[in-house]
């Protein structure tokens, strides 16, 4: 790409025009940031050398690119970084989280897959901003759109940008919109003003979701160990998982919040009118045993269009039969458990077999 120039109070007026496109598009803020990410470097390459990324291994590859945008997009010289809310009202998630014949899964993967959502809403914003830059016909701006689809360092460009500071469990959070929300990206050649102030960290001496996280995940403040991640092994992880670790995964099949439900910052924070963000087949609290006797084709029906195609069928039973082995166990659940032996693969036998010895001692208990 290459740079075009454009007077700077041009640019501020554009970007207040920017702001009310991205607010008629869903987003509830906007911001622009420079491509200097080197005061997060040091971080990152220490994060992923002490392992914690676990076997995420595309992390590591496009590592340059993450931490120098030009490098993914030649030219690139702004970042603008947008959050849009997708908590569902009335989910009741702790009610769930408490219910143990229920099955919990992540708040942002209940309506359609966002990925989808905020991309087509960040492209139809960067070509209403090209419109209003392209004004000057000698101009040559490029925009390409971004959502946890690509090497993006994307919760170092919400900081500088000011969307919000790093919290203690590594998510960014705002004073009004706590971290209820997603992020997305359009880097550009196009030379707009600048959102120069982070916004301060308000975390304090709060440690309530280093407390709370069931795996202990949160090694140290805005230090996570993914390895132990309830959300990484239910979704990211493709093979057995820790014995250790599966009695304290409860009912979670599928992602988890508890950071986010026990963050004083969360109380308050508002609900999603997203249409695309409403929960979709029941996933808000849907029966486990229901869950589980899906075949694979009903299984891949229930979450087509939305963020949980990441785990396979597979990974699917695995998770599930772990939530059966954590509950109070009835007839149902061992009789359940038992005619799924043999019909998926031996990983998730291995884990059917575990939940049944779980259930075995609680009933001779």
């Known amino acids: 790409w290459s740079q075009s120039h454009v007077s700077s109070r041009v640019?501020?007026?554009?970007?207040?025009?920017i702001s009310t496109h991205a607010e008629n598009l869903g987003f509830q803020k906007l911001a622009v940031t420079g491509i200097d990410l080197s005061a997060h470097e040091?971080?990152?390459?220490?994060?992923?050398?002490?392992?914690?990324?676990?076997?995420?291994s595309y992390l590591h590859r496009n590592l340059e690119k993450r931490l120098h945008p030009d490098?993914?997009?030649?030219?690139?010289?702004r970042v603008i970084t947008a959050r849009m809310n997708y908590l569902p009202a009335d989910t009741q998630p702790i009610e769930i989280l408490e219910n143990s014949n229920k099955a919990y899964i992540s708040r942002y993967a209940l309506g359609r897959d966002y990925h989808k959502v905020l991309r087509q809403r960040l492209a139809k914003l960067a070509s209403q901003i090209?419109?209003?830059?392209?004004?000057?016909?000698?101009?040559?701006?490029?925009?390409?759109?971004?959502?946890?689809?690509?090497?993006?360092?994307?919760?170092?460009?919400?900081?500088?940008?000011?969307?919000?500071w790093m919290g203690k469990h590594t998510l960014i959070l705002d004073k009004e919109?706590?971290?209820?929300?997603?992020?997305g990206e359009i880097y550009t050649n196009a030379p707009l003003a600048t959102d120069q102030t982070e916004v301060e960290d308000a975390c304090g001496k709060c440690s309530a979701c280093m407390t709370v996280c069931p795996t202990q995940a949160i090694i140290s403040p805005k230090k996570l160990d993914a390895n132990r991640c309830i959300s990484y092994l239910t979704i990211e992880h493709k093979d057995s998982i820790d014995e250790k670790l599966r009695p304290l995964m409860g009912n979670r099949i599928y992602g988890c919040d508890d950071c986010q439900l026990f963050c004083p910052?969360?109380?308050?924070?508002?609900?999603?009118?997203?249409?695309?963000?409403?929960?979709?087949?029941?996933?808000?609290?849907?029966?486990?045993?229901?869950?589980?006797?899906?075949?694979?084709?009903?299984?891949?029906?229930?979450i087509q269009g939305s963020a949980m195609g990441r785990v396979g069928y597979p990974q699917w039973q695995r998770n599930i039969a772990i939530a059966l082995g954590n509950g109070d166990g009835g007839k149902d659940v061992v009789s359940a458990l038992t005619n799924e032996l043999g019909r998926v693969n031996a990983m998730v036998d291995e884990h059917i077999?575990?939940?049944?010895?779980?259930?075995?001692t609680l009933n001779s208990n």
């Open 11 to 17: 640019c501020a007026l554009i970007k207040q025009q």
């Open 42 to 56: 040091p971080h990152v390459r220490q994060w992923l050398n002490d392992g914690f990324a676990g076997e995420m």
């Open 130 to 164: 090209n419109q209003l830059l392209t004004q000057d016909q000698s101009a040559n701006y490029q925009f390409r759109a971004f959502t946890d689809s690509a090497p993006v360092l994307e919760k170092a460009l919400a900081v500088k940008s000011g969307l919000g």
């Open 71 to 77: 490098q993914l997009e030649p030219g690139t010289y």
């Open 353 to 360: 077999i575990w939940a049944l010895d779980q259930l075995k």
């Open 265 to 302: 910052w969360n109380r308050d924070a508002p609900t999603t009118t997203e249409p695309d963000f409403a929960v979709r087949n029941g996933l808000d609290q849907p029966e486990l045993l229901d869950l589980f006797a899906l075949s694979e084709e009903q299984f891949r029906t229930l």
């Open 177 to 183: 919109a706590g971290s209820w929300f997603f992020l």
